[in-house]
């Protein structure tokens, strides 16, 4: 068989992909249960870099939750995931959230998917000025059921950040 | 056996720089070994080190059958190196096995999206990539680009085959984006393997290997 | 793998007029088509050489009937 791809279109793609783990195949899922690698959810969020981040990924979603005064189990029914999950994301930073349920909170919410998932956890960052921006914003947040003043501006600050500046 | 499909550069992350590697047509005795001896101990150590920390138990473990029946499943190869139906392919870099993959095609291997249903199709039973490459495993990993060459190969059978670039294959959960947004394949959902299903027509190959 | 062989089949009429029908209804060319054919007697004949049966499945009834038999 020919290879219909150039070195050259291998070394232009790679740059722009994100970096995140590609395997894939029932025997991939074989050998993870026969201990050839480790099942995703045995490997916890234990760096604390990707913990600030997914306690700010579920703030987030607590705060456009509560904007658009949807209870937890309304916004599993619009976006198609379980309760469950959702009540995992807002309250567990440890708990790194699985790439379609992100997927779907992004559809739901109109949200770029590209930040959420760099935001969960579910791809992986460097970005030191993405995780400040994260912090800060989870930092502005209180636990009542209306969002004040504040905290509506600093939600569609963050927002806008995320639509404007994060690719 | 194995004919050499071309040399493609990696990126190494942790250098930044370029990294030269081979894609063969096989897997061979040696990208075996280098399975079961050099991306082994990397998942054994890092079952030590949860054990250590107590994130892992005994009763996890167990629940998880985290045995040696990986071995069990390298009794496969031999077999699958005779059969037709199973071509197979490894990216070799700095001299140690860095990705692996097995394809399946038949008359019985038919796509299953709307638009193609029933046609020959290639399927992706397994895409492997070393764990020092992989973010489940390491904080660093090393090798970039792996699993898009691995994913150029079984375009680039399909096509030789006449199926017009038309693959299938489930993904792991952690690689559901990369398959479905970066790549640009179909979702067709969780299926009897409770694994996601995803598919690219012609068109979608085209556009992957542009 | 890339070197290729050659090999000139003796087929009757009937025969070539299969293989020209099926490659045209999957859109193959015929030496695609005969490739996809090996496959699948190879896989079929290696299971039924390690005794295993191999069974179709009627798609209303679900009733089943063994392929072929091992003599």
Redesign the interface.
Known sequence: ?????S?D???R???L????????????????????????E???A??AKVVNLIMAFGVLVRQLRRQRQWTIEELAKRARVDAEDLRLIERDPHNKP???V??QLAVVFSMP?RAL?KLSG???TRDEAFEEEAKRFAAKSDDMSKLSKEEQRALNDYVKYLVERVT | ???L???????D?RTGQ?VEAK?W??IEDRHVEDFSTK??PI?DA??EE?KR?R??TNE?LAE???????W??IQKIPERRD???WASFAVEAENVTQGLM?TR????VRAREASQRN??IVE??????A?WN????V?E?QF??????L???A???S????FGGRIG??????????????CGMTDLGVDG????YFEMTDAQARAF?E | ??EKRTMTLNLSAHEMDVIERLAEE????KT?LV??????Y??IS?RLDNGEKVFVEHPATKEKAELMVLS
């Open positions: 068989m020919e290879m219909l791809i070195p279109w291998l070394r793609k790679v740059e992909d994100p970096d995140v783990d590609t395997d894939a195949g029932p025997s991939m899922a074989v050998l993870e249960s026969a201990g050839m690698f480790l099942p995703a045995l490997v916890p234990d760096d699985r790439p379609r992100v997927h998917e998932m579910a791809t992986v | 056996m194995g004919d499909l071309g040399v493609y550069p990696l990126k992350r370029e894609l047509s096989a991306w082994k998942f890092k079952v949860l920390g994130l892992l996890l998880h059958n985290l045995q040696d029946a990986h069990q499943w059969q037709l139906s097995f095609a038949g008359p019985d046609k020959y992706v039973d397994l895409l492997a990539i764990p992989r973010f489940r495993l904080h990993p970039k680009g792996i699993g898009r060459l994913l150029a190969a375009i680039s059978l096509v030789s085959e006449e294959l489930h993904s792991l959960p952690q690689a559901e984006s990369w398959y479905r947004d970066v393997t409770k694994m996601r290997i | 793998m890339i999957k859109g193959l060319s695609a490739r996809q054919a090996l496959r699948l190879q896989s290696t």
